[in-house]
């Protein structure tokens, strides 16, 4: 499985940002895929997750703000990202994990992309 993600850059606070994350290599079509962004200095944590039958679920610090989708026919993962605020500057990466499941926990995915930078300036 190869996750390769797009889409960041710098933009003032208050700006929008779509984040996108093309899939490749997956076997069966039942996948949990997710979100998660880690700053300097910081931990890795889950931005927002959808499960292989479209249920979501986003972290308390990005609801209203964040939007996970994805197209399984395109094998393709996003992140619309709206009213970006500077602590939402950071590394995002794309997560993948066969199964079922909701999990905000970076340990349970096992492929990972390579990270886009987003950067958000007051």
């Known amino acids: 499985v190869q996750l390769v993600e797009s889409g960041g850059g710098s933009v003032q606070a208050g700006g929008s940002l779509r984040l996108s994350c093309e899939a490749s290599g997956f076997t069966h079509s039942i996948w949990c895929m997710a979100w998660f962004r880690q700053a300097p200095g910081k931990e890795r944590e889950g931005v927002a997750v959808?499960?292989?039958?479209?249920?979501?679920s986003y972290a308390d610090s990005v609801k209203g703000r964040f939007t996970i989708s994805k197209d399984n026919a395109k094998n393709t993962l996003a992140l619309q990202m709206y009213n970006l605020k500077p602590e939402d500057t950071a590394m995002y990466y794309c997560a993948a994990v066969d199964g079922y499941g909701l999990s905000l926990s970076w340990t349970d995915f096992g492929y990972w992309g390579q990270g886009t930078q987003v950067t958000v300036s007051s």
């Open positions: 959808i499960s292989s039958d479209g249920g979501t």
